[in-house]
């Protein structure tokens, strides 16, 4: 067998009982057969549309052979099965689901987009299109669950955690970021929740320079998120957590001004609080050495920062951690908030919720959200957002599958398990038929997310 042909023939000989030659000639088969689900899901929340016609398209109507919406489905469903990149188009051109997915004859129709098509898709749009196009995405997340949970809702919560998006060229407003340690963008992304469900589901996604705070941006994005939920939901009572990089007095004072609305924002120590802390640090440390472990004191204080122009109520954690073969640490921690319950409850019942956010932010950046290498600053914000949306369709199915095996599964290995799926595609005149395995572990999760997706038996 000469080189040049192993792309096409295999031969695999004494492995077997018999030699296996493997071909490359299913020209109607596709390795991702499941992705029919993520066009079950965009049916429920209609992104891929609502996004298109955030967008102006000036081109010239004769000369176009791929809408703003083909290409938006293009990006969206390719993320969300693992192709980050615009380059994954030339091996996906002829791929016959991802060709129904775009609504086209998967064996007849035309190919997909090519990547320099997509490159000059994605650099075509401005900031104001990219606006509606952020506030497009909350909006229908928001709508969507008001709507999954109308008369049922009476609160709301919402998380707000920058993350860090390495850059390695030369992209506008990448910046040297010290905390961090590199170069980057420094990007802030947005979650919901609701009542007491563990799911905090990806609303908002802003990129930002790398050299901002933590705080940059936070109040207008606040500002759009109370203003959706107060509208799909009135009279719910909405709470706030932040990290301590939000700790910012206009942060603070745009919270304090909102009715029905909790909050709690976390605070870097100071040399004020570190003197009111050592009481309960003491007594922390002499809890520790008796029992060994790590032990902790709770508290609270009325403290007015510098900046500040009253007083808040400020929760104290005096903690001494203790790890084998390390010495003790202290690790005191001020949370603001203007809570009424304990400072023990409030502490760990409600702000330490807010760490699960790190797996959303993770699980983000495992569907590759940190691909921003375009020159332009703005067409690396719209692959965020496009990045945003494929893995809010993910979410959609991880919740269609409660009950399942896949009902807490992270988004990878729910592309694993529900997408990639190998797949034969047969076109008749009346149908499309889509032939899937038939003994793969997680049919019984993929038949129920269909059904409740709108499938029906037959």
Known sequence: MSDDSTTECLLFPGIFRKPVVARFDQREGSSDGGA?????????????????????????????????CE???????????????????????????????????????????????????????GVKELYRAGEFLAESVIRRHAKRLRHRTNRVTIDLDPTDDPTHGAQQLSFFNGHYDTWCYLPVMGFVSFNDEAEQYLCAAVLRPGNVGAAVGAVAMLRRLV???RHHLPG?????????????????EFLDAQPRLEYLVAMAKNAVLKRVVESGMRRARQLSRHSGKTEHIYGEVRYKAGKWPRLRRV?????????????????????????????????????????????????????????????????????????AAAYVLLQELRLRAAGTACARAQVGTLRERL????????????????????????????????????????
């Open 36 to 68: 029919l689900l993520l066009k079950a899901a965009d049916r429920h929340y209609g992104l891929v549309a609502g996004l298109a016609s955030c967008l102006r398209d000036e081109r010239q109507a004769g000369k176009v052979d791929h809408s703003w």
């Open 71 to 125: 290409l938006v489905a293009q990006r969206v469903f390719s993320i969300a099965c693992g192709y980050p990149d615009a380059n994954d188009s030339a091996r996906l051109s002829l791929d016959p689901i991802h060709k129904l997915l775009l609504d086209r004859d998967p064996i007849e129709g035309r190919d997909l987009a090519s990547q320099p098509t997509l490159s000059r898709f994605e650099n075509r749009v």
């Open 227 to 229: 203003r959706m939920i």
């Open 236 to 252: 719910v009572r909405i709470r706030v957590r932040l990290d301590g990089g939000f700790a910012h007095p206009a942060v603070l």
């Open 315 to 387: 929760i104290i954690k005096a903690e001494v951690v203790r790890t084998a073969d390390k010495d003790p640490k202290d690790n005191p921690r001020f949370v603001i908030t203007n809570m009424k319950q304990s400072p023990q409850w409030i502490y760990e019942r409600v702000y330490c919720q807010r760490g699960d956010i790190e797996n959303r932010i993770k699980e983000l950046h495992d569907l590759e959200i940190g691909r921003t290498s375009c020159t332009s600053f703005w067409a690396n914000q719209f692959r965020v957002l496009l990045t």
């Open 419 to 458: 997408l990639k799926l190998g797949a034969r595609v047969l076109v008749s005149v009346r149908r499309v038929v889509v032939h899937l395995p038939a003994s793969f572990p997680f049919l019984p999760t993929f038949h129920r997310v269909a059904l409740a997706l709108g499938a029906a038996t037959g």
